[in-house]
């Protein structure tokens, strides 16, 4: 069957504190920050730095034959209880030699070694046939761990807490309000979070701050953008974008973004005609850790028909096909596309 048996963040968790461990971890999963944080755990826990020169053994994928990591795995250790070796990002998937490899590792890891597996910059395959024969063969000596974006609630409670241990103050909603300006990526909010709670003093990280100091995403440039361009503000709409091609942003990735935020007001508009609310679309369409976007798809939309959301997208479409087919200057293209959606959403028609 397609589910396997995998345990959860908060067991791994459990495991760890218990010192109970498996003889393998594969961690896996879109939340790069706890996948690092579980694979450093698992080290700091069981590797004694008396003796690391011996029993710690880290492989980078990109630059290492599975022969030679599997070669270190069947070490015995020194001096201590386990040998531990780390693999990060090795494209186990391109090959089926090397998933056999595993597996006869695996049915047979020694007791002595801990042998995790974990992927920062490649994103496998979940679904593919391949990996899940790769997460068959970790079931049968350890654990699998998919490492998903946690909520909303859930990060934002972890800021407020990571704000009192740098001895600064944060509300929940302001917490969130900096999700909404840095995006869900946990490791660029916990640096966003030393740099405002280091200017906060020990006071309270507000709004105000955030909006002087924190680093804004893509993600919430964009949203300026669409709120400028439902508003009809043309001269602000035009000073993000010129914002974004100064960051050296990519035009395709600008609008790619501008599609991902109507294609929100279209998924929020759908489901308000049909009688459905945000938190529906939310569950249905898989918002975990963004809700934020729903929110702001809520506010925009608002003065937008299904007609002008279906033409603004149509629109987005072909300057996605322009971009990728004609030699005419970018930037040129994205402005074309900024007026188009001005005069749509002011319900002006164009020839």
Wanted: glycine share 4%; hydrophobic share 40%.
């Amino acid at each position: 069957s397609d589910v396997l048996p995998k345990i959860n963040e908060s067991e791994l968790k459990k495991e760890i504190k218990s010192g109970d461990f498996k003889n393998a971890y594969l961690l896996y999963g879109e939340e790069s920050y706890l996948k690092e944080y579980y694979a450093s755990e698992l080290k700091n826990k069981i590797v004694d730095k008396t003796f690391e020169a011996f029993n710690f053994h880290y492989f980078d994928g990109k630059d290492t034959e599975l022969d030679d990591i599997l070669k270190d795995a069947q070490m015995l250790p020194m001096m201590s209880e386990y040998n531990f070796v780390m693999v990060k990002d090795y494209p186990i998937e391109k090959s089926a030699n090397d998933i056999k490899l595993l597996e006869e590792y695996l049915k047979d890891a020694p007791d002595t070694t801990v042998f995790v597996f974990w992927f920062d910059a490649i994103e496998p395959d979940v679904k593919s046939a391949k990996f899940k024969n790769v997460i068959k063969a970790f079931e049968k000596a350890g654990d699998c761990v998919e490492l998903q974006k946690r909520s909303e609630n859930d990060v934002a409670k972890l800021l407020v807490s990571g704000a009192k241990k740098r001895g600064a103050v944060l509300s929940n909603d302001t917490a969130k309000y900096l999700i909404s300006i840095s995006g869900n990526d946990m490791k660029i909010l916990l640096n966003e979070l030393d740099k405002l709670s280091y200017y906060a003093k020990g006071g309270e990280i507000t709004k105000e701050i955030i909006d002087n100091m924190a680093t804004k995403c893509l993600q919430a440039r964009i949203y300026d953008l669409s709120k400028y361009v439902v508003a009809g503000k043309s001269g602000m709409a035009y000073d993000v974008l010129n914002v974004l091609f100064e960051m050296k942003e990519e035009p395709i990735i600008i609008l790619s973004a501008i599609s991902g935020v109507y294609v929100d007001m279209y998924r929020v508009k759908c489901a308000k005609s049909a009688g459905f609310g945000f938190d529906d679309v939310a569950k249905y369409y898989n918002y975990r850790g963004r809700e934020f976007a729903l929110r702001n798809a809520t506010r925009d939309c608002a003065n937008l028909s299904l007609e002008q959301l279906r033409t603004s997208l149509d629109e987005i479409s072909k300057t996605d096909v322009k971009l990728k087919s004609t030699a005419v200057d970018k930037k040129l293209l994205l402005e074309e596309l900024i007026i188009k959606l001005i005069l749509t959403a002011r319900g002006v028609k164009y020839a």
